[in-house]
């Protein structure tokens, strides 16, 4: 009866758990799979540079702010035609080599303006 109890509240505490992990924010897309969707959602809208870049910042901002905060800051000072290979540089080295974006490919290559 008590390994029936004791497996119970082993089952218990793991969906507690997992409702946690769930809650917290734990997202099955990286920072930088998050990044891309914005990039998808804003780039292609026919709008000026300047408001579509602010656009995408205050996406990023009010999505991402942990990142915006830690990395997208430094990401938008720097020239434009640098910014994917960054970009590129930091998700690789967050452990995310084989990660890609075509549309912020596309984006930072001018395709969009």
């Known amino acids: 009866m008590k390994f029936a109890t004791n497996k119970r509240f082993a089952s218990f505490c793991l969906l507690i758990l997992a409702s946690i992990f769930n809650v917290c924010g734990a997202s099955s897309l990286s920072s930088y799979d998050q990044l891309c969707q914005i990039y998808s959602e804003i780039a292609p809208q026919p709008m000026p540079l300047s408001i579509k870049e602010g656009k995408l910042a205050d996406s990023v901002e009010s999505k991402m702010p942990i990142f915006f905060k830690s ?43």
């Not at 640098?82 to 690789?92: N, P």
């Open 71 to 113: 990395d997208y800051e430094n990401i938008i000072t720097a020239d434009r035609n640098k910014r994917f290979a960054l970009i590129k540089s930091l998700a690789d080295n967050a452990g995310h080599a084989d990660w890609q974006c075509k549309v912020m490919y596309r984006y930072f290559s001018g395709d969009f303006d």
